[in-house]
T-cell receptor, first 119, second 113 residues
Framework: AQTVTQSQPEMSVQEAETVTLSCTYD???????LFWYKQPPSRQMILVIR????KQQNATENRFSVNFQKAAKSFSLKISDSQLGDAAMYFC????????????????WGLGTSLAVNP | NAGVTQTPKFQVLKTGQSMTLQCAQD?????MSWYRQDPGMGLRLIHY???????DQGEVPNGYNVSRSTTEDFPLRLLSAAPSQTSVYFC????????????FGSGTRLTVV
């Protein structure tokens, strides 16, 4: 069974600085998807960035980028130029590709990292 | 585009009461699912559906029923509420055969007393 581990329950960063959130996962599959979700105090779950395992190039979305190390099963999130609005819980999640999953599109979640942004 | 609309946002139930959490999406997504979020346990899948008339159980289905009569709607029914069902519930949808991420509803905070 696949597992996702976020080893940093809490982190903090100064406004305008860069922070990296860690995520490791365990799987025997070769094709899968990885995601980072943001959950602010409003409770809304917001997709930040996604990575397809077969793509070697790291995904980037504006100030958010990932460092995807497939062999090491590592998927870290880098937030550049941190802003006060980045303060939230960040969840790393894994999903099997449709070719292997059948009907199940279940996301497997880490327990989250609470990010504080200090002004 | 409203995305995924989930109601109510908050609910307090007494033990033994029943209720339905509503979920509707307007994106024509085939796949819909319900998760519950509990502190220290992350999000866990309750039930899911790959299309109208097709539903299946997730990790924690006991105490919950679902149905999918239309592509748009996927209600979650609590049959006889228990304090262990106190949680935050999320409905989420996904177009199948895609690498896209889920679109989530805004969540329902349910307290069972």
């Amino acid at each position: 069974a696949q597992t996702v581990t976020q080893s940093q329950p809490e982190m903090s960063v100064q406004e305008a600085e860069t922070v990296t959130l860690s995520c490791t996962y365990d799987t025997s599959e070769s094709d899968y998807y990885l995601f980072w979700y943001k959950q602010p105090p409003s409770r809304q779950m917001i997709l930040v960035i996604r990575q397809e395992a077969y793509k070697q190039q790291n995904a980037t979305e504006n100030r958010f980028s990932v460092n995807f190390q497939k062999a090491a099963k590592s998927f870290s999130l880098k937030i550049s130029d941190s802003q006060l609005g980045d303060a939230a819980m960040y969840f790393c999640a894994y999903r099997t590709s449709p070719l292997n999953a059948g009907n199940n599109r279940k996301l497997i979640w880490g327990l989250g990292t609470s990010l504080a942004v200090n002004p | 585009n409203a995305g995924v609309t989930q109601t109510p946002k908050f609910q307090v139930l007494k033990t033994g009461q029943s209720m339905t959490l509503q979920c509707a999406q307007d994106m024509n997504h085939e796949y819909m699912s319900w998760y519950r979020q509990d502190p220290g346990m992350g999000l866990r899948l309750i039930h899911y559906s790959v299309g109208a008339g097709i539903t299946d159980q997730g990790e924690v289905p006991n105490g919950y029923n679902v149905s999918r009569s239309t592509t748009e709607d996927f209600p979650l029914r609590l049959l006889s509420a228990a304090p262990s069902q106190t949680s935050v519930y999320f409905c989420a949808s996904l177009p199948t055969r895609t690498a896209a991420g889920y679109t989530f509803g805004s969540g329902t905070r349910l307290t069972v007393v």
